[in-house]
Structures are given as structure tokens and as C-alpha cells.
């Protein structure tokens, strides 16, 4: 079964400080990976999404994640977080034949302060 | 605007009752799930249906049930079984093979 793990449950950050969240999964064969956002009162919302190809996925907003199949890892990155980046961040993965359920973390709240 | 509609957005019950949540699409999506979100434990599949009349349970179905009679349609039953059932419930699609996943607004269900 697949499992997703995201290792810092609450970062704080002062403005224009870098971001890197961490998320690792286990799953043997080849996957879709996925970040998601769920700012406060709103509805979930897909940052980026990575299938194949170039391990370093570029997403909304100025997110990337890169793609370390060596580390099953697909950790999320922005250079300089602003204070509207205060959210709860979700990674998830699925079965690279798309067949099987997203399996999500347990999510990453990020408090950007002023 | 396709898209996925989830009702009510916010639905009070009483213990022991039993409690329907809807959710609709109109993407012509295969794949419906189920999800429930609880603080500080990311979204659990409650179950998922990948063609109509056919559905399967994921991490933590005990306590829930759902139909798929129609392929836009798949509500969620909450039943009394359910021993904590207060929580944020989220629905989604997709097409088979799972590269676009759309998501509901959701329904906040408190048990009062």
C-alpha cells in the first residue's frame, strides 16, 4: 500500500524567507506525485503535479518541487514566501497507472508572519 | 462550468441519526471518492467507486456506506455506526487513470 509522509507539521517563516517541504512516500513501482494548498476557509487547490519527464516541476505562485526517485521524495520549494502563502500544504501520491486513490499526508500548516 | 457540487455545506446532527451527503458532477468523471479531513490527519479515503455499481472501501470505511447508481452521483452515508463522525468531508473525480483530480468545496458535518 502506498503511504505518504510529511515530516514537519507546522513551519513558521518571517516574509521572503525560503520554503522546502519535506515529503516522502513509499510505493515500489512508478507514481503521479501531487502538491496541494488549502488556504484558510477555502477549498483545496493543485500547486503542481508531476507524471514524467523533468523532475523538477514548476507550479503556481512560484512553487516548484523536484522529484528524487532515489529518495522517494518530492519535496516542495518556493524562494521567498509571502505572508498570503499562509495555508496548509498537502502532498499526495497515486499509482502511476492513475488506477489507484490519492493517498495524502498528513499535511504541513505554514504561518507566514510579518 | 463543470465541476463538482457538494450539499449541504453544512450539516448538523443529532447522535444516532443517520445523515446523507451529496455529491455530484457533471465532468463525466469514472472515478468518484470520498474523503474526510480531520485536523492535523490530512484526508483519509473513506471509499471510492471507479465505474457506476461498483464501489470499494478505503482506509476507514467502518460506519459509512455509499451508492453509485448513476456515474455523476456518489452520496455518502454517514450512519450511527460512525463513532466520530464531526469532521470535513471532501468528494472528488476523476477520469480512469487518475491524472486530474477535481475536488468539492465540501461538507462540514458536526454531530450535536
Known amino acids: 500500500a502506498q503511504s505518504v509522509s510529511q515530516h514537519n507539521h507546522h513551519v513558521i517563516l518571517s516574509e521572503a524567507a525560503s520554503l522546502e517541504l519535506g515529503c516522502n512516500y513509499s510505493?515500489?513501482?512508478?507514481?503521479?506525485l501531487f502538491w496541494y494548498v488549502q488556504y484558510p476557509g477555502q477549498h483545496l487547490q493543485l500547486l503542481l503535479k508531476?507524471?514524467?519527464?523533468?523532475?523538477l516541476v514548476k507550479g503556481i505562485k512560484g512553487f516548484e518541487a523536484e522529484f528524487i526517485k532515489s529518495k522517494f521524495s518530492f519535496n516542495l520549494r518556493k524562494p521567498s514566501v509571502q505572508w498570503s502563502d499562509t495555508a496548509e500544504y498537502f502532498c499526495?501520491?497515486?499509482?502511476?497507472?492513475?488506477?489507484?486513490?490519492?493517498?495524502f499526508g498528513k499535511g504541513t500548516r505554514l504561518s507566514v508572519i510579518a | 462550468d463543470g465541476g463538482i457540487t457538494q450539499s449541504p455545506k453544512y450539516l448538523f446532527r443529532k447522535e444516532g441519526q443517520n445523515v446523507t451527503l451529496s455529491c455530484e458532477q457533471n465532468?463525466?468523471?469514472?472515478?468518484m471518492y470520498w474523503y474526510r479531513q480531520d485536523p492535523g490527519q490530512g484526508l483519509r479515503l473513506i471509499y471510492y467507486?471507479?465505474?457506476?455499481?461498483?464501489?470499494q472501501k478505503g482506509d476507514i470505511a467502518e460506519g459509512y456506506s455509499v451508492s453509485r447508481e448513476k456515474k455523476e452521483s456518489f452520496p455518502l452515508t454517514v450512519t450511527s455506526a460512525q463513532k466520530n463522525p464531526t469532521a470535513f468531508y471532501l468528494c472528488?473525480?476523476?477520469?480512469?487513470?487518475?491524472?486530474?483530480?477535481?475536488f468539492g468545496s465540501g461538507t462540514r458535518l458536526t454531530v450535536v
Open positions: 472528488a473525480s476523476t477520469f480512469f487513470g487518475g491524472q486530474g483530480y477535481t
Open positions: 510505493y515500489g513501482g512508478t507514481v503521479n
Open positions: 508531476y507524471f514524467s519527464g523533468d523532475p
Open positions: 499526495a501520491v497515486t499509482a502511476g497507472s492513475g488506477n489507484t486513490p490519492l493517498v
Open positions: 465532468l463525466n468523471h469514472d472515478a
Open positions: 467507486s471507479q465505474i457506476v455499481n461498483d464501489f
